[in-house]
Nanobody, 125 residues
């Protein structure tokens, strides 16, 4: 497993942008598929975006609700995955979690092996 630490959350007005970072420990970062999930109060944790491990070409997946607004990327030299969030909406307010999976690209929370502690994103209207 890898250890994950998220950062970059905060309070932003609707229409604004934030970039979340997730720093991973370990020497095999490039072999993990990485995902971002979010959980709003009273709701289940939901998939946001994922990027495949490097040998799978770094392909990406997005939830329909964020497609065109959010971009996931990874820097294997820095052992970091990012989530660039633009055109934020109040409904994007949630705790955002980074997750790692020793396998192929996936959207289900149960398929991920390691999780960070989360970072709060609040979008005001």
């Amino acid at each position: 497993q890898v250890q994950l630490v998220e950062s970059g959350g905060g309070l932003v007005q609707a229409g604004g942008s934030l970039r979340l970072s997730c720093a991973a420990s370990g020497r095999s970062f490039s072999s993990y598929a990485m995902g971002w999930f979010r959980q709003a109060p009273g709701k289940e944790r939901e998939f946001v975006a994922a990027v495949s491990r490097s040998r799978s070409g770094g392909s990406t997946l997005y939830a329909d609700s964020v497609k065109g607004r959010f971009t996931i990327s990874r820097d294997n030299f820095k052992n970091t995955v990012y989530l660039q969030m633009n055109s934020l909406k109040p409904e994007d307010t949630a705790v955002y979690y980074c997750a790692a999976r020793d396998g192929s690209l996936a959207t289900m929370t149960s398929w991920y092996d390691s999780w960070g502690q989360g970072t709060q994103v609040t979008v005001s209207s």
